[in-house]
């Protein structure tokens, strides 16, 4: 992978990048699971250094160009280029690249990663600050020894690389009994802003973790960092359990019928009956559930924080209008286009999810919504 490091490299002094404000750009490739690059990442906090772990996949064939931009915000007008760095490659799979990219303390908040295929231009910020929370400064590994960058984990044991070996990491476990997302359509129910502590524990290097838990990780639980991460199944983020089934119905049936599925004395039969009588044959509705919850899968690949991906706000519009046409993102919103209709995020802060998405719900898109759940009633995923 020296060709690629050499690339970064050369570009940072013969690339003409011009600061990005990603208000104007559109940026839904970063939920598209076919985009040429998916991209992820994990920001390791430590003095004066910053370390970023870095998951790239590409699918297109060759390298492509690559710079590495500093700017103050998603809004910037100056930016300059990341010059003094490390990149190792810590692992490589086929077309799937795991990456190192370490450098000292920097005053911008944001870190852009510039891809360039062909002059298609991919553009994926890395938040260096928090607001008034820091990255933590350990970080997930897995069984290999490689950093976890995605938020959830499926596995029972999961071990953790700290500044120094000894150190220990206090563990408050949550469980995961989130409601889903309420429709756009109104004010959203309230959540209680007391979580009940599961467990509480301190450990070293390595935890045994418990299924459909979340769990907020600090070293020091005076401070303003931490970690979170969610444990699903095994098989997470795909659902299989038909009590894992039935709850992503609620975006489009009503709560009578999700009782009558989970109280069937066959519910296995009783949920593709619930969908036969939709798609009228055993074909369609097969290729229906695979399609459904496909989307259910991706969301919860997305979108997972302290609970499941498909049960946020972002998760429902992504399980029931799909792949937004368009995604514009500033400081503290982001903005997604279908068609003519335009939802809004704002961005929060809290110690469990420093970006949490909460979508600014109206009485106006009520016709619309119950426009798309007909037609999904009607057949037509």
């Known amino acids: 992978m020296k060709k690629l490091f050499i690339f970064i490299y050369a570009c940072l002094f013969t690339g003409v990048i011009f600061a990005?404000?990603?208000?104007?750009?559109?940026?839904?490739?970063?939920?598209?699971?076919?985009?040429?690059?998916?991209?992820?990442?994990?920001?390791?906090?430590?003095?004066d250094e910053v370390t970023v772990f870095i998951s790239v996949t590409r699918s297109l064939p060759g390298s492509p160009e690559t710079s590495l931009l500093l700017q103050a915000s998603y809004l910037s007008t100056e930016e300059r280029l990341l010059e003094t760095f490390s990149l190792d490659t810590l692992h490589e799979n086929g077309d799937q690249l795991m990456l190192n990219l370490t450098f000292k303390e920097v005053p911008e908040e944001l870190l852009v990663i510039v891809f360039n295929f062909s002059g298609s231009l991919?553009?994926?910020?890395?938040?260096?600050?928090?607001?008034?929370?820091?990255?933590?400064?350990?970080?997930p590994v897995d069984e290999q020894g490689l950093p976890i960058v995605t938020s959830y984990l499926n596995v029972s044991n999961v071990g953790f690389r700290t500044v120094i070996q000894e150190d220990t990491l206090c563990f408050f476990q949550y469980v995961d009994n989130f409601e889903p997302a309420d429709p756009p359509t109104g004010i959203a129910q309230s959540v209680s802003s007391t979580l009940l502590i599961d467990s509480v524990f301190c450990s070293q290097n390595s935890v045994d973790v418990s299924r459909n838990h979340f769990y907020f990780i600090q070293e020091d639980t005076l401070s303003a960092s931490g970690l979170t991460l969610f444990v699903g199944a095994s098989y997470f983020p795909d659902l299989r359990l038909i009590d894992e089934l039935v709850m992503p119905l609620t975006y489009f049936t009503s709560r009578t019928e999700i009782n009558?599925?989970?109280?069937?004395?066959?519910?296995?039969?009783?949920?593709?009956?619930?969908?036969?009588k939709i798609f009228n044959t055993p074909t369609l509705a097969s290729a229906a559930i695979r399609n459904y919850y496909r989307g259910i899968k991706k969301a919860?690949?997305?979108?997972?924080?302290?609970?499941?991906?498909?049960?946020?706000?972002?998760?429902?519009l992504y399980t029931t209008f799909g792949l937004p046409n368009a995604v514009y993102h500033s400081n503290r919103k982001e903005i997604w286009v279908y068609g003519d209709l335009r939802f809004e995020f704002k961005i929060i802060s809290n110690l469990f999810a420093p970006t949490m998405f909460v979508l600014v719900r109206e009485k106006s898109y009520e016709k619309e919504w119950i426009k798309k759940i007909t037609s999904l009633r009607s057949g037509q995923l």
Do not use: C
């Open 260 to 276: 009558r599925i989970k109280g069937a004395a066959d519910a296995q039969n009783q949920f593709e009956l619930f969908w036969l």
């Open 122 to 139: 991919y553009y994926f910020p890395i938040a260096l600050k928090r607001g008034k929370l820091n990255h933590a400064s350990f970080y």
């Open 300 to 316: 919860n690949e997305l979108f997972t924080d302290y609970k499941e991906g498909w049960k946020t706000d972002r998760g429902m």
């Open 20 to 47: 990005i404000d990603f208000s104007n750009l559109n940026t839904a490739y970063w939920y598209d699971f076919e985009a040429p690059i998916r991209f992820t990442s994990r920001v390791v906090q430590r003095l």
